[in-house]
């Protein structure tokens, strides 16, 4: 047999298997994800962004958004959630079988907080890190992304 051909039909099932290793949500509706891609908050709210990077880097893990000790929903590679919160201090956390790492921020009516979640190497378990984005990084992130079906 053709040392090439065994080569390639290798290479295929591996691309096969990894790519069914990917963590999936639920999406939201198409008209939902470009309402929340106009960036208007809600009336006296502010808006919470959490993106994830669409990477190969644990991709198959899933981690969980929690804003102010409520979870979210679950955040896969390619996908944010969109959080209105009243005006005040917050708290914005991702959390693992290792780990949860948590940001604040003092939101005001009208504007936008965007953050991303990382995935990092554990010791046991995937961990994650979350961490506060520019406006305009936060823009082009979400414009990218798929907005994930919330809690």
């Known amino acids: 047999m053709n040392k090439s051909l065994i080569r390639a039909g290798l290479c295929a099932a591996a691309l096969l298997f990894v790519s069914g ?4 949500v639920e999406l939201a509706a198409p008209m939902q994800d470009d309402a929340a891609k106009t960036f208007v908050a809600p009336d ?16 198959a893990i899933l981690f969980q958004i929690v804003v ?30 290792e780990n949860q790492s948590t940001e604040h921020v003092d939101a005001a009516a009208g504007q936008n907080y965007f953050f991303e979640v990382k995935p990092k190497m554990g010791w046991a378990a995937a961990r994650a890190e979350v961490v ?16 994930a079906e919330g809690i």
């Open 21 to 24: 290793c990917a963590a999936t």
């Open 44 to 59: 006296g709210k502010a808006n919470i962004y959490v993106t994830r990077e669409d990477q190969f880097k644990g991709s």
């Open 132 to 147: 506060p984005m520019s406006e305009s990084e936060g823009r082009a992130a979400i414009t990218e992304n798929a907005l």
């Open 68 to 97: 102010d000790g409520r979870v979210k929903g679950g955040i896969a590679p390619g996908t944010y959630h969109l959080i209105s919160v009243d005006p005040g201090l917050h708290s914005v956390s991702v959390t693992t079988a």
